[in-house]
């Protein structure tokens, strides 16, 4: 560009030429140069300042100032100085012209990408949350608090519900003249008022009519209040990072009631008691008596929305008045923040199916239209908190810090490709998580390449006790280039805290001989870890610097390193090819039992006196039988039987592609185009077995059907949501 300049506007030695020509190189290099592991916007921002440059560059060299190459007294050259020709000004006008275009489009990206760091993901912004915290004196209560308080029963009596016209049928009437005349005109009473009545011990049962109407007293949560909390009942600020945190959503009198406490508890039964809630009418000052609680109350009101978005809380809603519940804009606003940014404790309430369903929750805008509000004032107001949350909230693929920091609290083991390569060349079974060489993985994140491996378990124990997974695994890591040290691979038994069984084969241990015997069970802090991936490690599939690799072979169970002796106590049909592998058992017995008891089930089960009657010594995994037949059509159609359990525990021959969390990891890394060997014949099946999902409503209609199913049925919440989070991109 400089050197055309030169030439065009003859204004200069060949010397001055040959320099503007290797400055004009070198500007156009860092012009047209991308860095991938940036952001877009950062590119466009570097390109800007390169351009801009440029330009500078040109006035430099094509009017001399600042030349070094010929002496001048000025810094402007005295050709221009001494006479204004045409060249002169052309010059002028377009080099100014590009230089003033690139300074400010130089100046409009950086305020873009400023406003872009120094805004900060409200998922992740742990600094927000508990600025917001002390400063609005919110109060988390503790479990333990209400664990204390539903054991004791203590009944204060200072609230009061009305039950309708009828007693309650094992209910204990009270009879208390001044009491029922006072509930004809209020149900809350102040403690002096309370004590005139002369009621002692009262109990949750009782109950007292008073006109036509009968009441009874609240539950003990009902006399929670945000001023008789102390420290010792709840955390004032922030709570300790070591506790969890649960967001209730409900009408403040959900709790007048201790049928609603003893779900709540139940539900985080496994929760310690140093866990907290925040449940606003306990949380925020109601009625603030100073200027300072005013202030406080305030801002825990206006900033109430990072309970929602917080990745460390987790929310809850109590099933409750549903109905209404739901119709609330407020409740509504944060639902939908919730089930994009967070975990629901009760996700699996059925009662919660219709209100709960990501389909629903994937479109905000049409939500909220049928939501009510106070008035137009605040419909505008949460319609517009919500946009700017939303805003800030990055897309999973783009989302780097959150990936770094799901990566680190659930301290994800990514192993090395070197010692994968070693696991692979001694064979067997690999070790689990806990079993791992210290020196073998990467804690946190790989300083390297992350890669995520998705594949199915061939048995309950051990995804693939035969070791051939990992020489399927090093073929694929080979190809792409992977190095030894530096890079990672996810892969979940080795990746994540893994539970115990009392029972395992003698080849794990021989394999990996530095596994504890008994095997140890997850601690409570794994066991928190595991159950946060859950929610979370879709991630792996979506992320933009993840390469997933599919592996869809499921092992032979003929391979596995020992431990292929199998019990006959549970069959399942595997249809009507006959197995590739394994001896066929020659029993009629058997396959007429097989057939009775699969006319309703693929499986069967029989009791260990029915199958010992059958005679069958040295039962094998691979074994199989076939039924005696049925006439189809004038056509015998057999059908063929095998063990469901061995050694490893449950043996699962179905293929990927009908497997609920194998379809989920497919799906999501297909749509995020992370599939890095989609053209391995193997893949390329899967990929043709279906026309595989792009939206939420095609997802759940897959996992709806009878073609995919979950080993454990819970699992297909966790996976909805997974899918609904890692591809959705919510706008209002």
């Known amino acids: 560009m400089v050197g055309f300049a030169r030439i065009i506007f003859a204004s200069g030695s060949l010397s001055r030429l040959l320099f503007a020509v290797l400055v004009s190189i070198i500007s156009f290099a860092i012009l047209t140069v991308r860095r991938p592991y940036l952001s877009a916007l950062i590119n466009y921002l570097a390109m800007a300042l390169s351009f801009s440059l440029t330009c500078f560059l040109v006035l430099c060299v094509g009017f001399n100032v600042g030349a070094f190459v010929e002496p001048i007294d000025n810094t402007i050259s005295q050709e221009y100085l001494g006479k204004l020709e045409f060249n002169s000004v052309i010059m002028t006008l377009v080099m100014g012209g590009f230089t003033l275009a690139g300074i400010l489009l130089f100046s409009l ?32 209560v503790k479990l333990g608090f209400l664990r204390a308080l539903l054991r004791d029963g203590a009944i204060s009596g200072l609230k009061w519900i009305e039950i309708g016209a009828e007693q309650l049928v094992d209910g204990v009437e009270l009879s208390n003249d001044k009491l029922a005349g006072a509930l004809q005109s209020k149900l809350e009473f102040a403690p002096d008022e309370w004590n005139e009545f002369g009621i002692t011990e009262l109990r949750e049962e009782h109950f007292i009519k008073s006109g036509d109407k009968y009441f009874k007293p609240a539950g003990p949560s009902a006399s929670i209040d945000y001023s008789t909390l102390s420290v010792e009942d709840a955390y004032l600020g922030q ?24 779900y709540l508890l139940k539900t985080l039964a496994e929760s310690d008691d140093n866990d907290c809630i925040f449940f606003s009418p306990w949380s925020i000052i109601q009625r603030p008596d100073s200027q300072e609680e005013r202030s406080a109350s305030r801002i825990a009101k206006d900033g109430s929305l990072r309970l929602h978005t917080f990745y460390r809380v987790r929310a809850l809603v109590l099933p409750f008045k549903l109905e209404s ?35 629903m929750l994937s479109d ?46 659930v301290q994800l083991r990514w192993v090395k490709v070197g010692y994968i390569k070693t696991l692979a060349s001694r064979g067997g079974p690999f070790p689990r998580q ?108 979506s992320f933009s610097e993840c390469e997933v690799i599919v592996d869809p072979v499921i092992d032979l169970t003929q391979d596995f390193s020992a431990g292929e002796s199998a019990s006959g106590l549970k069959w399942v049909s595997v249809g009507m090819t006959r197995p590739s592998y394994g001896r066929d ?22 009791t260990p006196e029915e199958w010992q009657a059958f005679g069958i010594e040295n039962l094998q995994a691979a074994d199989f039988v076939k039924s005696s037949g049925v006439s189809v059509g004038g056509v015998s159609v057999f059908a063929y039987f095998q063990p469901m359990f ?22 999501v890394a297909l749509k995020n ?48 949501y997974n899918f609904y989070k890692m591809t959705a991109r919510l706008r209002v």
């Open 434 to 541: 806990q079993d791992l060489n210290p020196d073998g993985f990467h804690l946190g994140l790989p300083p390297g390449r992350t890669f995520s491996l998705s594949h199915g378990w061939v048995s309950e124990k051990h995804p693939g006790p035969s070791g051939a997974k990992l020489l399927r695994l090093v073929e694929q890591l080979k190809s792409l280039g992977a190095d030894d040290e530096r890079d990672g691979v996810f892969l979940d038994y080795c990746s994540l805290p893994q539970k115990s069984f009392d029972h395992l084969p003698e080849a794990y241990y021989q394999a990996n001989i530095n596994a504890p015997r008994p095997m140890q069970d997850r601690t409570p802090t794994e066991r928190w870890q595991f159950d946060f991936a859950m929610w979370e490690m879709t991630r792996l599939y």
């Open 109 to 140: 990206l950086f305020m873009i990408e400023g406003r872009r760091l120094l805004t900060r993901d409200p998922r992740w912004d742990r600094k927000g949350f508990e600025r917001w915290a002390n400063k609005g004196a919110v109060k988390f």
């Open 364 to 409: 905000p805008r049409k939500l909220l239209e049928e939501c009510h509000f106070d008035s137009a004032a605040e419909r505008e107001y949460f319609h517009s908190l919500l946009r700017r949350t939303l805003r800030d909230v990055k897309p999973i693929g783009l989302d780097r810090r959150g990936f770094e920091i799901i990566c680190n609290e």
């Open 646 to 667: 061995g050694d490893w525990g449950f043996i699962n021959r179905r293929p990927y592609g009908e497997r609920g969390w194998c379809c989920a990891e497919f799906s």
């Open 325 to 359: 519940l739901f119709q609330s804009g407020r409740t509504m606003v944060s639902v939908i923040l919730s089930a994009y940014c967070q975990r629901f404790v009760n996700a699996k309430d059925k009662s919660l199916d219709k209100w709960l369903d990501p389909r």
């Open 585 to 606: 058992i020659s029993n009629e017995a058997l396959a007429k039992a097989l057939e009775d008891k699969t006319k309703a089930s693929p499986e069967a089960a029989f």
């Open 673 to 720: 185009n992370r599939i890095v060997n989609l053209q391995d014949p193997h893949v390329q099946q899967v990929l043709d077995m279906r026309r595989w999902p792009s939206t939420v409503g095609q997802y759940a209609a897959m996992m709806d059907g009878d073609a995919v199913r979950f080993t454990n049925k819970g699992d297909l919440t966790a996976v909805l």
């Open 239 to 262: 709570p300790p990072s070591f506790v969890d945190v649960v967001a209730i959503a409900a009408f403040p009198e959900a709790f007048t009631d201790s049928a609603l406490l003893k």
